[in-house]
């Protein structure tokens, strides 16, 4: 257990609909990131937050939006779903804002279906 | 922006033998280099990480050998068991941030 976790574990919805996924990130841990993990793809950063400031951003969609709140967890909002965002979701914590200093624990992730 | 290639996508390897995955970025700016285990329906895990001021870091049965000049950096598992089965993901990152991620590699060790 890396002390992050994601809720829910599993959301099923249809097209067109909006979502909100949960991340709280270790104890102690500034920074939090977003990742995309397709079936047929590796991860996809999407972005970074730290002490609630966006950091840095990946390929994130227009369609998607998070935040990082003053108790230090995330929210990541997927919005206009289509199929192709069925996928599952990581978020990733680490103590500070480097991202090439601070080793990154994983959640669980969230698996999105989208039908 | 960074792009980072990861060979062979796919490893099959007899229990005992070594797996070498190796990984190439283009952005001469990265300069963090970690690896990520992820076993089936689990989350990644960071097996091991290389910093851009060394050349090669061990830990057991995993090292990791990188060659800026070549832009490329390897994992090595030796004398693999059957629990090295998993999706092996490498990544490149730059202190701006920017992290880019490998297509990962399927390793199955056959018992």
């Known amino acids: 257990d890396s002390g992050v976790t994601q809720t829910p574990k599993h959301l099923i919805t249809a097209t067109g609909q909006r979502v909100t996924l949960r991340c709280s990130p270790r104890s102690g841990d500034l920074s939090v990131y977003w990742y995309q993990q397709s079936l047929d793809q590796g991860l996809q950063f999407l972005i970074q937050?730290?002490?609630?400031?966006?950091?840095a951003k990946g390929n994130i969609l227009e369609r998607f939006s998070a935040q990082q709140f003053p108790d230090l967890h995330s929210e990541l909002n997927l919005s206009s779903l289509e199929l192709g965002d069925s996928a599952l979701y990581f978020c990733a914590s680490s103590v500070r804002q480097g991202a090439d200093t601070d080793t990154q624990y994983f959640g669980p992730g969230t698996r999105l279906t989208v039908l | 922006g960074e792009n980072v290639e990861q060979h062979p996508s796919t490893l099959s390897v007899q229990e005992g033998d070594s797996a070498v995955i190796k990984c190439t970025y283009s952005d001469s700016a990265s300069n963090y280099f970690p690896w990520y285990k992820q076993e089936l329906g689990k989350r990644p895990q960071l097996i091991i990480d290389i910093r851009s001021n060394v050349g090669e870091k061990k830990d057991q049965r995993i090292a990791v050998t990188l060659n800026k000049t070549a832009k490329h950096f390897s994992l090595h598992i030796t004398e693999t068991q059957p629990e090295d089965s998993a999706v092996y993901f490498c990544?490149?990152?730059?202190?701006?941030?920017?992290?880019?991620f490998g297509a990962g590699t399927t390793v199955t060790v056959r018992a």
């Open positions: 937050y730290y002490n609630g400031e966006e950091r």
């Open positions: 990544a490149a990152i730059r202190g701006d941030y920017k992290l880019s």
